[in-house]
Structures are given as structure tokens and as C-alpha cells.
């Protein structure tokens, strides 16, 4: 069973930091893409970040110069690590693995929520 499981999540002032941590299991890590998303009350999902299978890296605009993932095959978990953050950041953060082989299916994880605020 694959599952995917976002952690680091919480409230933290703007300017501040938080480090995302998403733990996978059940699949062979390192033969899919890594997302990034979030979703903001009343808007739609959106993508903050892209990995290759070889840790490449794509930012959408909103973090650029702010956000940097990474990720770690060997322990099959992806990172999210957010510097000054901002109120308009305050999302439900959501990784979401994409298989390199079109058999397979992609998965979601459950979210875990960032709350910027003062």
C-alpha cells in the first residue's frame, strides 16, 4: 500500500520558516516526480514545486527565491523547506508522486496545513 505522508506543518509568523517533510512508502521513490502543491481556502490547487527523479528542481512563482525542495531517495522522503513566509502562503501543502512509467498509478498525500499569521 503507497502512502504518502506530509508532516511539518503549523503556525508561524510572517518572515518565518518551516521545513515540509513528506515520507513515501510502498513504492520505489526514486522512479517518480515529486510535487508540491498547496490549496488556499476558496482557491484552487496549486503547484509550488516540481523534483525530478534526480532531485531537479522547478519552482512555480509564488516561491521563487523563497522555497527549496529537495528530496532524499534513499530514505524516500521529499522536503519543502519555506523562508519568509508571508499570510498569502497560509495553505493546505500537499506532495503528490507521478510515476516515470505510464502503467503506474500517481498518488496524493492527506495534507498537512501552513498558517502564516501574527
Known amino acids: 500500500q503507497v502512502e504518502l505522508v506530509e508532516s511539518g506543518g503549523g503556525l508561524v509568523q510572517p518572515g518565518g520558516s518551516l521545513r515540509l517533510s513528506c515520507a513515501a512508502s510502498?513504492?520505489?521513490?526514486?522512479?517518480?516526480?515529486m510535487y508540491w502543491y498547496r490549496q488556499s481556502s476558496g482557491k484552487e490547487r496549486e503547484l509550488v514545486a516540481r523534483?525530478?527523479?534526480?532531485?531537479?528542481?522547478n519552482y512555480a512563482d509564488a516561491g521563487k527565491g523563497r522555497f527549496t525542495s529537495s528530496r532524499d531517495n534513499a530514505k524516500t522522503t521529499l522536503y519543502l523547506q519555506m523562508n519568509s513566509l508571508e499570510p498569502e502562503d497560509t495553505a493546505i501543502y500537499y506532495c503528490?508522486?507521478?510515476?516515470?512509467?505510464?502503467?503506474?498509478?500517481?498518488?496524493w498525500g492527506q495534507g498537512t496545513q501552513v498558517t502564516v499569521s501574527s
Open positions: 503528490y508522486a507521478r510515476s516515470r512509467s505510464q502503467y503506474l498509478p500517481d498518488y
Open positions: 510502498g513504492l520505489i521513490f526514486s522512479d517518480y516526480y
Open positions: 523534483l525530478s527523479h534526480a532531485g531537479n528542481s
